[in-house]
């Protein structure tokens, strides 16, 4: 399974970001697909995930500002990240959760956002 982030790296504050996760080798209909970030000098913060039925769940602090979907057309889920501040400059990663273990077992590269104000 590979995973591939793509977007635009320079976002304006008060915008949505706006990242899509290419999958190929595995169907975005199996297992959870995630989104994670991690600031400059900071850990790793889980944003949320789609399942494999197209539920989603999102992080408390950010559950306001994000909305994950999905193109099983396309294999892609897409993170949306609206308003965003000088503090949600990161990585932005891609991952997959295996649905037998809960635990990640395949990652994008990842790609970096900065925000502009």
């Known amino acids: 399974v590979q995973l591939q982030e793509s977007g635009p790296g320079l976002v304006k504050a008060s915008q949505t970001l706006s990242l899509t996760c290419t999958v190929s080798?595995?169907?975005?209909?199996?297992?959870?697909w995630n989104w994670i970030r991690q600031p400059p000098g900071k850990g790793l913060e889980w944003i949320g995930w789609?399942?494999?039925?197209?539920?989603?769940a999102y992080s408390p602090s950010l559950k306001s500002r994000t909305s994950i979907s999905r193109d099983t057309s396309k294999n892609q889920f897409t993170l949306q990240l609206s308003s965003v501040t000088p503090e949600d400059p990161a990585g932005y990663y891609c991952?997959?959760?295996?649905?037998?273990?809960?635990?990640?077992?395949?990652w994008g590269q990842g790609t970096q956002v900065t925000v502009s104000s």
């Open positions: 080798g595995g169907s975005i209909t199996t297992n959870y």
């Open positions: 789609i399942s494999y039925s197209g539920s989603t």
């Open positions: 991952g997959k959760v295996l649905t037998s273990t809960s635990l990640f077992d395949y």
